[in-house]
């Protein structure tokens, strides 16, 4: 079972929420977030499968996101928790759309931070590159080098540090199983952008996140549950690198 990590509250009726990371983080991307959420919920912390405390996934043959999906509806179950908030950011709100259209039942809402759902051509491009050295090159240079592409500005420092650091702690096997994973995406990303859900989303991104931004911005046009918050100067990791905005519009959203 993956590593996890809960925080109730002293009245635990209180609604839960779920945490979700994206590639190559880990559930203390969240560090932001807990104070400002247990005054009102109780929180699940999920590492998922190879990140953080998870232990790598090297026994696993399944590898894709519905097997990635169940890991995280594994704990939730594990904790008897019937219905939960989701919270992603990134490749983790893949993961959230994942659980919400298979698992209607045990979702609340879906909140999506730097949410992806669309690979442009710079980023086929960037995939196809990766895909032909990935098992040329030592996977952290790639890292840093997608880092920098999709965080290149200098108010994106914290989060893209801390994203690379948090790699550090994955193995270049791993790391190959989540490239791979993500590159075959675009099927599954076109599944989640025509087919609507009646769960309430908010779409919480940075206008900075130029790679990821313009798709959500014509999605929303086309959900009707779904809803769009664009945080300036702001680049892709959202919670991060302005946590005050994040945490305030997605109480909001919330109550």
């Known amino acids: 079972m993956l590593y996890h990590k809960t925080y109730l509250h002293k009245d635990t009726t209180k609604p839960w929420i779920t945490f979700v990371h994206g590639a190559g983080g880990s559930s203390s991307i ?4 807990i104070r400002a959420f247990s005054n009102n919920f109780n929180l699940l912390l999920i590492d998922l499968r190879g990140h953080g405390k998870s232990k790598s996934s090297e026994t696993i043959q399944t590898y894709n996101f519905d097997a990635i999906a169940d890991d995280v509806i594994d704990v939730v179950q594990y904790l ?3 219905k939960t908030h989701f919270i992603g950011i990134s490749l983790g709100t893949i993961v959230i759309m994942n659980i919400a259209h298979r698992h209607p039942k045990k979702t609340i809402s879906l909140v999506m931070g730097g949410a992806i759902l ?22 952290m240079w790639l890292y840093m080098f997608f880092a920098y592409t999709i965080m290149p500005k200098k108010n994106h420092k914290t989060s893209r540090q801390f ?16 490239f791979s994973l993500v590159s075959s995406v675009n099927n599954i990303l076109k599944v989640y952008r025509d087919k609507s859900i009646e769960i309430p989303s908010l779409y919480i991104m940075g206008a900075q996140d130029y790679m990821f931004l313009p798709s959500i911005q014509k999605i929303v046009l086309t959900h009707a549950n779904a809803s769009l918050c ?8 959202v919670n991060i690198d302005a946590s005050e905005i994040f945490n305030k519009k997605v109480k909001q959203y919330l109550s």
């Open 163 to 178: 994203f690379t650091n948090e790699a550090k702690k994955m193995n270049q096997k791993e790391f190959i199983n989540w």
């Open 118 to 139: 669309y690979l442009n051509l710079r980023a086929k491009i960037l995939m196809k590159l990766g895909v032909c050295f990935k098992h040329v090159i030592p996977y």
């Open 230 to 237: 664009v945080i300036p100067n702001c680049g892709h990791v």
């Open 30 to 33: 969240w560090f932001s977030q």
């Open 80 to 82: 008897n928790i019937s």
